[in-house]
């Protein structure tokens, strides 16, 4: 596919295209040849204050008092626009993040899905009525919460922002986003888009540039109402401290380590499928990619011969020309994912497929990682316990269901985990016993619906995204008491 639409990368504030205050740019890079093919726009301080209080105005002006059906007829507009504009996000999605073309165009149907979803809501989040007798009416009301602030990353920009922006929006919050340096440019085309759909000016602005700086300026803002952070662990923890400067709520949904647990029943064809692709999808930059396989050692030479053959067969590509696995994002994060295979290496875990950066002829100079596959891997071990996020796959094998256990949980993490078992007691006793925000039983799939919630236990988080329970974030709670004797 050759380029077609134009990269914009200035910032989206008040319903308009704008360069930062200090006119700074950041040179943005082509993942799949290394080369500069764009610019965004170096947001800072002076840039979010500009940001939050033009979303203060639209708030206080607009969006409040629009009734709730309004809210949702504009929602559902915002949902169709996107879809006329579904092959030209892709393709901005696509370049700019290097995942294959096919995977940026699900990504656009799921940021639509979110749109309607939370449109349909708008006029349905009720308060309840509590008896407390004759002579007393009490009930609650759910309000918006205001500016709702939302730090984004680069692995989904259009699923992660509308996964956020639609249930603040339907709630009747304005939002104000930091988009990662990496891939802000579908965010920002998506937010134009939804301004051109209907939505007042002012109620969803999108800042570009650097975390440090902009991310950390709009965090430690004191007009902002709420903090949703999606991101690293450490980013997690900084950001956390910066909002309880001024007792910002946040909202953090971190990363993940989870496990895809094997049991020697199994249909070890349907799970090799399904553990094969989720760790090549977005070449494996996913939150909820199932970077460990815990086998029973019935099945374990099995399991993992067929999964080195099926990541053998992976096709290497620019993300436009729709490869099976495009490249990973950055430099930066080729560079941490090829340390993590060397810590592997080291850690004497044996290396049956890929390890490298890859060789093919044309993607030399893009950010392209060999499927890489390691077994036996150390309980414990760096591989085994960090998030690597690239397409590494780490298989350790067990004897008991109580070892598939210790293994399953022995993580800081709990996001997502998967058990593949027909045994009806085994499956409960696992689903019970992990640890883990969602439990899939005989699949896998973090996207699984709109409809369903999302969010981790331990350190991958804490509240919930997507499904109604988003909007208990974006909404805060008013008792009234009345005395009418
Ligand atoms: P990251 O480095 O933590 O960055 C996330 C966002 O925070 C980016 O917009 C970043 O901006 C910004 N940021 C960086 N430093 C900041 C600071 N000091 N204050 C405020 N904001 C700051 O994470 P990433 O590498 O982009 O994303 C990968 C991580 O996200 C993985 O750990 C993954 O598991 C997690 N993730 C979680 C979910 C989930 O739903 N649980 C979904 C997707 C990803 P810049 O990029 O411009 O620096
Ligand atoms: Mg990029």
Redesign the pocket.
Known sequence: MDAQYRLDGRMFINGERVDAISRKEIDVYDPSTGQVMSTIAAGDTGDVNHAVSTSQKAYEADWKRFTPSERANILFSVADRIGQYKEELAYIESLDVGKPHKQALADVDAAIGYFRFYAGIADKIFGTSIPLGEGIADYTIREPIGISAQ??????PLQ?SSRGFAPALAAGNAVVA?????ASLSILRLAEIAHEAGLPKGVLNVIT????VA??A??DHPDIHHLT????????I??MK?AANHITPVNL????KSPIIIFGDADIDKVVETASNVIIQNAGQT??AASRIIVNNKVHAEVVEKIAEKMSKVKLGRGLDNPDMGPVVSERQMNSILQAISNGRESNANVVLGGNRSKQQGLENGYFIQPTLFDNVKVGSFIEQE?I?GPVLSVMPFDTADEALAIANGTEYG?VASVFSNDLKLVHHMTNQIQAGQVFVNGYGAGGGVAIP?G?YKK??FGR?KGLEAIQNYTTVKNVWIDYR
Do not use: M
């Open positions: 730090i984004i990353p680069w692995n989904y992660l930091k988009v990662a340096e990496d540039g650097y975390g440090s991310g950390q709009l965090s952070f999606t991101g690293s662990l450490n980013t997690g900084q950001v910066t949904e971190l990363g993940g939150c909820s998030e996020f996001l999302f981790g991958s988080g995204e």
